[in-house]
């Protein structure tokens, strides 16, 4: 029992010690860090660092730009995933089973696969520096999953419901919109998260596609300051602070979610 | 009953941006594979074989970058299943201190892989890490060492900063494998006089072995795309000692401009990865028992 609590403590300041970490050093200078890279530092904390990276970086740019990106790579990737698996639940013959294998193979694909010609199709489609080319190919590559976990769920679903409203008149359309996605919120809830969390760190993308600072997103950015700041950790690490906070808060608010979330991401991916 | 034609509607927008940003691409990468395009110029040909029989016989970078990625995947894959299977079953029953644990092991899962980067940087980082100055506390000084700059040891500080990384939303899987075992099982094997061992082997494993499958091959994936936290931390250096097959691939393309190796490299990582998936199913099915 003992050997149990211990194991758990050790496994807790694993995580929690590199955290403070950050965040101590994200209020200390430099010279601070070099001289006393754990501890409090004498002359007191400071948050300039918070100040001065906003001066030096055009921070506000590149969260707004994480901030597109996701929206829309999160809201049209469950759009068109959750139209593709009422289509195949609703179908439920072998052109749907065809559809859902081909999406469902594409999970299996590491996006390193594709990169090379995906690159040059962007070049050629002019779809480099843009924020619309990475929703293009962000909802691309995370139709799969989200299909996968979608239609999973809303094959559960009793098939009486589409039947009778169908009897009475109503469209698909309408029998998705009114029957099939509320229905199907738990599971629209959970892939929202789980595309939410990917979108948001996301840097292969941007890596690829993004030259120019308009355009980058956080991840890239965060990525950059290493080339700029070298060891400079606390300019690091207050940027992975800015970074990470807006997922850190919807954490904290959205606990269970997230679990339930990434996990069904990972137990269907 | 019979469904509008509209139906078919619904697959339109997905599976035309599916069409021509993922299968177009993937299927370009086959036909690329095959050319000597460095990416920019109009024109290539045609040479065969030849990127295959280079990638096997003449680039010892990319088979090091193969011994790199299964070196990385065997640590990562038995050290975080154990992590977490561990882990799983003290923190299985739910207690408001166990959902605490949980979503603080939990908790690095959602940090981008730069992010973890940089926290593991510092912790390894020769003078300023907390790693060092830790060992020299604990009297174990002559450990200390450069961890991310020593080329034996480097790929094993990366599978350890992945563990960090992923343990937690492993953990988690386990937990809600183990949550589904039916207590009167567990409740015969009691009455049965079985030990704690005992009842783990006949009781929890066979029970818990989709859950492990899961685990087991969600890992390997993992292990092969760690992209990111590999890029970030070490850029497949010291002497390509961490260079693994997707920043192999990077580097032959996006430095090295040669796109139809790159390609060619591409197509052999996808084979690889097949044929993994495939053998960890077969091995870890053959485990299963229905209940």
């Known amino acids: 029992m003992l050997f149990r609590k211990f194991s758990l403590a050790v496994y807790a300041l694993l995580i929690l010690i590199p955290l403070l970490v950050v965040v101590l050093t994200s209020v200390k200078t430099l010279q601070q860090t070099f001289a006393n890279p754990l501890g409090i530092p004498e002359g007191g904390l400071q948050f300039n660092n918070y100040v001065n990276i906003f001066q030096e970086q055009t921070m506000a740019g590149y969260f707004m730009n994480s901030s597109i990106v996701t929206l829309f790579s999160v809201s049209l990737t469950l759009l068109f995933a959750a139209m593709i698996a009422y289509g195949i639940t609703r179908l439920n013959n072998w052109f749907g089973n065809l559809l859902f294998l081909l999406f469902t193979l594409g999970m299996m694909v590491p996006a390193q696969v594709s990169m090379v010609p995906l690159y040059s199709l962007m070049l050629d489609l002019n779809l480099t520096n843009s924020l619309v080319g990475l929703i293009l190919v962000n909802i691309a590559t995370t139709l799969p999953i989200a299909v996968f976990i979608l239609t999973g769920f809303m094959k559960t679903l009793p098939k009486e419901l589409f039947e009778a409203s169908t009897m009475d008149g109503a469209g698909n359309w309408k029998v998705f919109t009114t029957i099939v996605v509320p229905l199907s919120l738990p599971s629209l809830s959970a892939t929202a998260i789980f595309l939410f969390v990917m979108h948001w760190n996301d840097l292969l993308y941007p890596l690829l596609f993004i030259t120019d600072n308009a355009y980058k997103t956080l991840p890239l950015a965060l990525l950059e300051f290493q080339g700029q700041y070298a060891t400079n950790y606390p300019m690091l690490f207050t940027g992975v602070i800015i970074a990470s906070a807006p997922m850190v808060v919807a954490y904290i608010f959205l606990q269970r979610f997230f679990v339930a979330g990434i996990t069904a991401g990972a137990v269907k991916g | ?291």
């Not at chain 2, 003449?58 to 894959?77: T, Y």
């Open chain 2, 1 to 291: 009953m019979k469904i509008s034609k509209s139906i078919y509607l619904f697959f339109i927008p997905g599976f035309i941006l599916y069409s021509i940003f993922f299968i177009y691409p993937t299927l370009s990468a086959l036909f690329y594979s095959f050319t000597n395009w460095d990416g920019f110029s109009p024109s290539f040909q045609f040479v065969g074989l030849d990127n295959y029989s280079r990638a096997f016989t003449g680039d010892s970078i990319f088979i090091k970058s193969i011994g790199n990625n299964l070196q990385f995947m065997l640590v990562v894959v038995i050290l975080q299943t154990m992590v977490a299977l561990a882990f799983a079953l003290i923190v299985l029953k739910n207690t408001k201190t166990t959902i605490f644990l949980r979503a603080l092991y939990f908790f690095p899962t959602i940090l981008s892989s730069v992010s973890v980067a940089f926290i593991w940087s510092f912790i390894y980082d020769p003078s300023l890490g907390i790693l060092n100055q830790l060992l020299e506390l604990a009297g174990l000084g002559f450990l200390a060492q450069n961890w991310l700059g020593n080329a034996d040891m480097a790929i094993y500080s990366l599978a350890i900063t992945q563990v960090w990384f992923h343990a937690g939303q492993m953990l988690i899987i386990f937990v809600a494998g183990l949550q589904a075992i039916p207590q009167d099982l567990y409740e015969v094997a009691k009455i049965e006089g079985a030990s704690k061992w005992q009842t783990f082997r006949k009781v929890t494993w066979p029970l818990l072995a989709p859950s492990a499958t899961i685990v087991v091959a969600y890992t390997t994936i993992q292990s092969f795309k760690a992209f990111d936290l590999v890029f970030a931390m070490t850029r497949g250096g010291p002497n390509n000692s961490t260079e693994i097959i997707a920043t192999y691939i990077y580097e032959v393309a996006f430095r090295g401009f040669q796109f139809g190796y790159a390609s060619a490299i591409s197509v052999i990582f996808m084979v690889i990865i097949a044929i993994i998936t495939f053998l960890q199913f077969k091995a870890l099915r053959s485990d299963r028992i229905s209940y």
